[in-house]
């Protein structure tokens, strides 16, 4: 599953994937009676335009928290740790740094920094939960880290509905963070610097990935936890690690999303637009190749964002669109699935040789 | 029902598994296969439920020709088969489990399990079985659910009955239960046939006895015309290769004491097992697989919890510890399994060749990995143990069966710990991988190092060993010196609790 097999590809059957994709989309539109240039024009400019780039701001902002996700899920899946709790890990983060900008005094940008490591380390916690659920208690990781979306949703929703409710403002979500700690916009756009902070945590997560040796051990632990565990590595505490390290990105993208866009927590804010989701999805569908993850991350974010305006300009149902997203999907992932969920590689002179 | 293979010939690749093989299979008798692993007896057996397609060769059932296009097919024509590894639904009944895919079916397609039950019933009466048809299968012991399986097939009237390895999980009064049942079957006119390498079971049970050996059919007789001894010889058969032992020296301080170790196997239990590895000597674990080897071996390497016991190693306790800190007091691990345990196939050769090294620093500068130094490593392993692969960059799985194995025992023995363990070093490798890999074991004893080499390989056991212990039935036998070690102490000692075995102990 490495990037030059995947680069290679063959190029035919990515044509027909293409043409099938196409293909399938074209019939729908057919199917609804909806004018195809008008609607691929209504995506473009869904996804990249707009008066000032307006549009192009939204998929970039909707890109940060995805690929911030999918940088999260990626180094415990990389890891062999099917941890699809990044949801779970998402709401801790961004509901703890919201609570602590808003109760912390001092000085704001002490305030901001503080919160938003408070953040992480709670993004860390609630991922370590499900680690230390796996290592001590035998609880598998991918239903610990599942299941503990639950609790950390209700309580998130619990405490923004009660003690920590705006009641003001009539709506299920908190007080507003002191202005002074809300993240800057990017000079002349209406982008905030938090795709600055992903940015950054995807260089670091792509270097960590190629370059550490955690890395390096925790990438054979993926592809083989039998093979990690007879050459001695210390399994236990790479499986802890890298899912503190997973818990606190997606820590560090709730606190994104507190600071930079919404500027408090709301009820559901984190869970409705299913960051957490796509960013299994944009991972699953490059093979957990790093440097890959960013790209596929921004390719689910125009996606959404382009599928808003198709709605709007050709009137095409954002449901047709969310459809055609899956249908782009499931080709996608056919193609590069072998890459990803193929059995190992038997030798076969094993045999002639036997 | 009579059941017959004529001329069987099986390839796989450029190996042939089953060469001109024939067998009879008679109406009322129980025919035992037995032969070393891969003899070929499972895919002979294959053959006749329809699993595989012979290259050459048919299979006739009551004097006609018949094809199978599946082993439905197969099933249909009255043929039933017991895999080594049981085919039920475990959150089933025992009941819905049997009469799965072959439900007796009232109006609506409802199913008439009352049909069924009365059906069984009758079995029951007439082959003595105790069962409740109502447990959950995952309730059940294994003992039970081989009969369930069983009953799957009584319950669809087949005729010819093959089992597969049907003991190997069985307690002893498990196996008293299951061959009353095969008797019973056999009496009522069924054929039974039962792939097996435990002699013990052969005598007790079979009318007739097929040996194969590296695929051919070595010898046919009725029990009556043949015996343990001369069973035991020919699976094992042939001549033993030169042995390539240095003159033989004067073994060093202990290296490795097992005193009283206890594993926990599956549903048996493995020891109480005790052994010494002295420096400068290669103790060789002889046994049909199964018998508790791997259990053992992966008590050793820390991969599998101790039950109770002592394992020392270097003077120092290590029963209690992890791999990694095992590792580091003196131990080498070559695993049986290189697709999964002995490489991770998806890494390239210099990561599988840097994994698990000691001097972690010697291939990172701070938290960095130093990639140059790393395929500088992979390459003198590739130079040294003359690995055929394209460079060190290359996946590690693009190298052959015996390239892997040379690279995993490459890597192992190049840390040069006290002790090594070797579990199956040349399962399934061409014989120039098997050479190298035997010389260099051979180079670590003579070098000083303590070499525990696990085979059910016989020949390679008693080509290498200083010293052989045959390990049956979770149970080791006393260490029998290389010079009184010969194929026929060893083989009747791999198949049976007879002999001097120590089973009391």
Redesign the interface.
């Known amino acids: 599953?490495?990037a030059r097999n995947l680069m290679k590809g063959d190029l035919a059957a990515w044509t027909i994937t293409l043409a099938w994709i196409f293909a399938i989309l074209f019939g729908l539109m057919l199917l609804i009676g909806a004018p195809f240039g008008e609607a691929i024009q209504g995506f473009l400019s869904g996804a990249f335009g707009g008066r000032r780039f307006a549009f192009l701001m939204a998929t970039l902002s909707r890109a940060t928290l995805i690929i911030g996700m999918a940088l999260s899920v990626m180094l415990s899946f990389r890891a062999g740790l099917f941890n699809i709790g990044g949801e779970g890990q998402l709401v801790a983060g961004g509901l703890v740094s919201a609570l602590v900008a808003i109760m912390l005094p001092g000085p704001p940008l002490l305030v901001l920094v503080v919160a938003i490591l408070a953040g992480m380390a709670a993004g860390a916690a609630w991922a370590l939960l499900a680690g230390v659920l796996q290592v001590y208690v035998g609880v598998p990781i991918l239903v610990g880290s599942l299941l503990l979306n639950f609790p950390i949703r209700f309580i998130a929703s619990y405490l923004v509905a009660h003690p920590f409710r705006d009641v003001a403002s009539g709506m299920v979500q908190s007080h507003l963070v002191p202005q002074e700690t809300w993240l800057p916009f990017l000079p002349g756009v209406r982008l905030d610097i938090g795709i600055l902070l992903i940015a950054v945590v995807a260089i670091l997560t792509i270097v960590y990935s190629y370059?550490?040796?955690?890395g390096?051990?925790a990438?054979?632990n993926g592809?083989?936890g039998?093979?990690?565990?007879?050459?001695?590595?210390?399994v236990t505490k790479l499986t802890l690690q890298t899912l503190a390290m997973s818990g606190a990105i997606a820590g560090l993208v709730g606190a994104i999303a507190v600071f930079g866009i919404h500027h408090r927590y709301i009820d559901g804010m984190l869970v409705q637009p299913l960051y957490a989701w796509t960013g299994i999805i944009a991972v699953l569908l490059v093979g957990m190749i790093p440097w890959l993850v960013p790209i596929s991350g921004f390719f689910f974010a125009m996606i959404q964002t382009g599928a808003a305006g198709m709605e709007r300009a050709a009137e095409v149902p954002k449901e047709i669109a969310l459809v055609m997203q899956a249908v782009i999907i499931l080709f996608v992932a056919s193609r590069v699935s072998g890459a990803l969920i193929s059995p190992?590689?038997?030798?076969?002179?094993?045999?002639?040789?036997? | 029902m009579h059941a017959a293979l004529h001329g069987i010939r099986v390839r796989f690749g450029p190996l042939v598994a089953v060469d001109d093989v024939s067998v009879d299979i008679a109406a009322g008798k129980i025919l035992a296969v037995v032969g070393e692993n891969g003899a070929g007896k499972s895919t002979l057996m294959n053959v006749l439920f329809g699993l595989i397609k012979p290259d050459a060769g048919r299979v006739e059932v009551d004097g006609r020709d018949r094809q199978w296009s599946s082993p439905q097919d197969a099933i249909k024509a009255g043929l039933g088969m017991v895999h080594q590894h049981f085919m039920l639904q475990e959150d089933m009944t025992v009941l819905e489990n049997i009469v799965l895919c072959g439900e007796p079916v009232k109006w609506f397609g409802m199913v008439d399990f009352a049909a069924a039950r009365r059906k069984l019933a009758d079995g029951f009466s007439q082959h003595g079985i105790a069962i409740d048809l109502d447990a959950k299968v995952g309730s059940l012991a294994v003992g039970q659910k081989q009969v369930v399986e069983i009953l799957k097939m009584l319950y669809r009237d087949a005729s010819v009955l093959i089992l597969d390895e049907p003991t190997a999980v069985l307690t002893p009064q498990e196996k008293d239960r299951l061959f009353a049942i095969l008797r019973s079957f056999a009496a009522a006119g069924k054929s039974i046939v039962i792939i097996t390498h435990k002699l013990d079971e052969v005598m007790e049970i079979a009318d007739h006895v097929t040996v194969m050996r590296g695929g051919k059919l070595v010898s046919s007789l009725p029990l009556g015309e043949t015996s343990k001894d001369r069973i035991a010889r020919e699976i094992v058969g042939g001549e033993l290769p030169p042995p390539i032992r240095a003159a033989a020296r004067e073994p060093g301080n202990i290296v490795l004491s097992v005193k009283g170790l206890t594993v926990a196997g599956q549903g048996t239990q493995v020891g109480p097992v005790d052994f010494d590895i002295r420096q400068g000597e290669i103790v060789g674990i002889a046994g049909v697989s199964g018998n508790g080897q791997a259990e053992l071996i992966q008590a050793l390497a820390g991969l599998r919890p101790t039950a109770s016991g002592v394992i020392e190693l270097g003077g120092k306790r290590i029963e209690a510890l992890h791999v990694p800190e095992r590792r580091l007091a003196g131990l080498s691990y070559i695993p049986e399994d290189r697709q999964r345990v002995g490489l991770a196939l998806g890494a390239t050769v210099a990561e599988n060749a840097n994994a698990g090294r000691d001097d972690v620093g010697a291939f990172s500068r701070g938290p960095f990995i130093d990639r140059t130094a790393m395929a500088r490593f992979a390459r003198s392993l590739i130079d040294r143990y003359r690995i055929k692969v394209r460079g060190p960059a290359s996946l590690a799985s693009t190298m052959s069966g015996g390239n892997k194995q040379k690279l995993v025992v490459g890597r192992e023995l190049s840390r040069e710990t006290p002790l090594v363990i070797a579990e199956n070093p040349t399962w399934g490798v061409d014989i120039g991988a098997i050479e190298l890999i035997h010389t260099e074991l051979m180079r670590m004893r003579d070098s000083g190092h303590a070499v525990l080499l696990v085979s059910t390989e016989l020949d390679e056991v008693l080509r290498l060993s200083d010293r052989v212990l045959v390990m049956y039935s979770g149970l080791l036998s006393e260490p029998i010196p290389a010079a009184k070690a010969d194929r026929n102490t060893v083989g009747r000692l791999m198949t049976s609790r007879s002999g001097d075995a120590r089973q009391a102990a």
């Open positions: 599953m490495s370059r550490t040796v955690h390096y051990h990438r054979l592809l083989s039998e093979f990690a565990r007879a050459v001695g590595l210390p190992p590689a038997t030798d076969k002179e094993d045999v002639g040789d036997a």
